[in-house]
């Protein structure tokens, strides 16, 4: 079974920097894809970026893209997602997902989540 837990989370003022992480475990993720996804109060939760295990390719929604850069750490099983130039609008729970599927766009394949990491943004 799919283990997923995030960290990294805070406070930060605009124009910050965080990093988040993901430890993954139960599975051998060779084949893999992961993904950061966020949601904020009274809404839909998101897709911020995306990764494949295999060749680290990567895919990025529009909102983030110039500002995160998501990257994985084999050795260590761990994703990470380093956000630059932080906005209010990026305050949310962030969370980490899985594709044993291993498409980076098809989000409905990310059926594995961790417990989400709060990202609070301050003006």
């Known amino acids: 079974q799919v283990q997923l837990v995030e960290s990294g989370g805070g406070l930060v003022r605009a124009g910050g920097s965080l990093r988040l992480s993901c430890a993954a475990s139960?599975?051998?993720?060779?084949?893999?894809?992961m993904g950061w996804f966020r949601q904020a109060p009274g809404k839909e939760r998101e897709f911020v970026a995306t990764i494949s295990w295999s060749d680290g390719s990567t895919y990025y929604a529009d909102s983030v893209k110039g500002r995160f850069t998501i990257s994985r750490d084999s050795a260590k099983n761990t994703v990470y997602l380093q956000m630059n130039s932080l906005k209010p609008e990026d305050t949310a729970v962030y969370y980490c997902?899985?594709?044993?599927?291993?498409?980076?766009?098809?989000?409905?394949?990310?059926?594995?989540w961790g417990q989400g990491t709060q990202v609070t943004v301050s003006s």
């Open positions: 139960g599975r051998t993720f060779s084949n893999y894809a």
């Open positions: 997902a899985a594709s044993a599927r291993g498409s980076l766009t098809i989000m409905k394949y990310f059926t594995s």
